[in-house]
């Protein structure tokens, strides 16, 4: 399974990530006063850090940028997985540019890349006094990304190891 062809991949300037991403960050209006509904997720580009066990991999779209904590080849497991993921608003609502999403259950075999075509939604949490809330949800319609692929492959704009699907 792959991405859509008019959905765009976009590979790090070092090209050790590709990223494909398609969705949203949906406002919880119960919790943060907006009068936005929603911010796309238009995606600008994407840049990889190793920092020790893991890795991170920073998705800039229009409204937000993703902060994605990546275990590779982490002792212990099977699969590589998501472990966290902060999601920073470039302008604030409601008062609010950050929250987290701690549950993502994305995970990938170490010789596959992750794809996920299946609509999948993660609430984002944000302390307040009152404790925490759910400031949105961050909605993915497709979700695609290969952390140190073949360059070669990632330099034309292709994910160079078969996709692990998501369920």
Known sequence: ?????????????DFKVMVSIEGSFKFNKSSINTNMDYLPLDLLGVSYIELGHYDEITIETSGLDLMVDYYLRHD?????????????????I????????????????????????VEKSYDCLTDRQSGEVVLGSLVLNSFEFEVEGNPESLKKGEFSSPAYPCY
């Open 1 to 13: 399974m792959t991405i859509p062809a008019d959905t765009k991949n976009v590979a790090s300037n």
């Open 94 to 117: 409601g008062g609010q540019t950050v929250c987290y999403i701690y549950d993502t259950f994305i995970e990938s075999d170490p010789i596959q890349h992750y794809s996920c075509q």
């Open 76 to 92: 212990g497991y099977a699969n590589d997985f998501v472990s966290l993921i902060q999601v920073e608003l470039k302008q604030p």
